[in-house]
């Protein structure tokens, strides 16, 4: 079974969309795939797929976690919380192929279990300086965050390494990028792709920022669904095989490196 994490500490980024459209895209392709909502403050996946079912659309067997209770909340804040690592062993012996879990943004304890469960990360971010600055802050920021997501990384990778657990894939997945080129898009991208080395990340180009999927979604639908008429567009045919795609590169295919230009 593959544990793909799908976060960042930037909020806003695509995390829940990655996870929806893989997660319906992998059971379309019959495989076995589950999912898991971190996200205590919107729980958009959780809601998503709750959309899904009441239409009967297939959909990953899905579980929400719930709060911690107070107790375990106000001890002093263990790095991870053990309360992922029975439901991924657990998902194992039943022969999932594909865990799927969905983070908030922050360093919250479950939320770094996620990391160090994980096979494979993917970071959505988008053509912005916000978004680029949540993954590794400004050199000499004034008000630098308190940690990078790419220093949790590291942590992660040491902790994992310490514990005998092989190596990660961590993957920057650029989102909502449009279609036309723009100077702030090429900024963004060439500094991405000269940090993935030294971070240790690779940077792949995938999603378009398509209407389609927030139009879909709004009725718990998605591009890999069929349409009333049977007709797919050209931008549901392309965002198939977007999705498609970074579903293979979680299942183990070689990454391919972000072109450079759009
Ligand atoms: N490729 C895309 N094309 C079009 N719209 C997109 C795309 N990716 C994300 N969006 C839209 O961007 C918004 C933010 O996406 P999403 O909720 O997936 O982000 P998130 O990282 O999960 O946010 P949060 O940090 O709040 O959990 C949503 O309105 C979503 O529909
Ligand atoms: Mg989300």
Known sequence: MRVVTISG??????KTTVAA????????????????????NTRNLSSFLTLRRASRLQSPDHVMLMDMDEDARTNAKPKHSGRLEPLVRMAKMDGYDLLIIDTS???????????????????????????????FAPLGAAAAPRINYREMI???????????????GWHVVMNRVSSLPSKIG??????????????????????????????????????????????????ELSGRS?????????QGAQAQHMPRAA
Request: no cysteine.
């Open 9 to 14: 500490f930037k909020g806003g980024t695509g």
């Open 21 to 40: 459209l893989m997660g319906v895209a992998a059971v379309k392709d019959g495989l076995r795939v589950a999912s898991l909502d971190l996200d205590r």
């Open 105 to 135: 943004s922050g360093n919250l304890s479950d939320v770094y279990e996620a990391h160090l469960l994980a096979d494979v990360i993917l970071t959505p971010m988008n053509e912005s300086p916000a978004d680029m600055h949540g993954l």
């Open 154 to 168: 590291d942590t992660v990778r040491f902790d994992r390494k310490r514990a005998g657990l092989p190596e990660q």
């Open 186 to 235: 090429g900024v963004i991208n060439d500094r991405v792709a000269a940090m993935a080395t030294e971070a240790g990340f690779e940077a792949v180009w995938r999603l378009r920022d398509r209407v389609v999927h927030r139009a879909l979604a709004l009725e718990g639908r998605t591009v890999f669904d069929t349409p009333s008429d049977g007709r797919l567009t050209m931008s």
């Open 242 to 250: 977007e999705v498609r795609a970074l579903l293979a590169l979680v």
